[in-house]
C-alpha cells in the first residue's frame, strides 16, 4: 500500500509563502486521488484542496480559494500545496492523504495519511 511523507512546514510571517510536499513510496500515487487537510489545536480535521488522479480536476476550501494552490507530478511520486499570502489563521498541522477513487472533501474518504507538517503563521 502506499505511503505518504510530508515535507516544507515552517515558521512564517503573515503575507508569506511556503510550499509544502508530499511524497509517496510503495505505490504510484498516479492511481490516487489526493488530498490536503489541516488540524489546528482543538478543532477538527478540515478540508483544504483535493486534486484527481490526474491533477486536472482541483477542489479548494472557500478559505484558502485565491491562495493556496494544489498540484502534482506523478513521475515524481509527489504532490504539492503552494501556500501564498499566509494569514495567522492558516497555522496548523497540514496532511496529506489519498484514496482510489474520485476526490472528497471528508477526511473520512482517504484510506491514507501522512504525519503531517507544521506551518505556522505568525502576524
Known amino acids: 500500500q502506499v505511503q505518504l511523507v510530508e515535507s516544507g512546514g515552517g515558521l512564517v510571517q503573515a503575507g508569506g509563502s511556503l510550499r509544502l510536499s508530499c511524497v509517496a513510496s510503495g505505490r504510484a500515487i498516479s492511481t490516487y486521488a489526493v488530498g490536503w487537510f489541516r488540524q489546528a489545536p482543538g478543532k477538527e480535521r478540515e478540508f483544504v484542496s483535493a486534486?484527481?488522479?490526474?491533477?486536472?480536476?482541483?477542489y479548494y476550501a472557500d478559505s484558502v480559494k485565491g491562495r493556496f494552490t494544489i498540484s502534482r507530478d506523478n513521475a515524481k511520486n509527489t504532490v504539492y500545496l503552494q501556500l501564498n499570502r499566509l494569514k495567522p489563521e492558516d497555522t496548523a498541522v497540514y496532511y496529506c492523504?489519498?484514496?482510489?477513487?474520485?476526490?472528497?472533501?471528508?477526511?473520512?474518504?482517504?484510506?491514507?495519511w501522512g504525519q503531517g507538517t507544521q506551518v505556522t503563521v505568525s502576524s
Open positions: 492523504a489519498a484514496r482510489r477513487a474520485a476526490t472528497s472533501q471528508a477526511p473520512a474518504d482517504y484510506l491514507y
Open positions: 486534486a484527481s488522479t490526474t491533477g486536472v480536476i482541483k
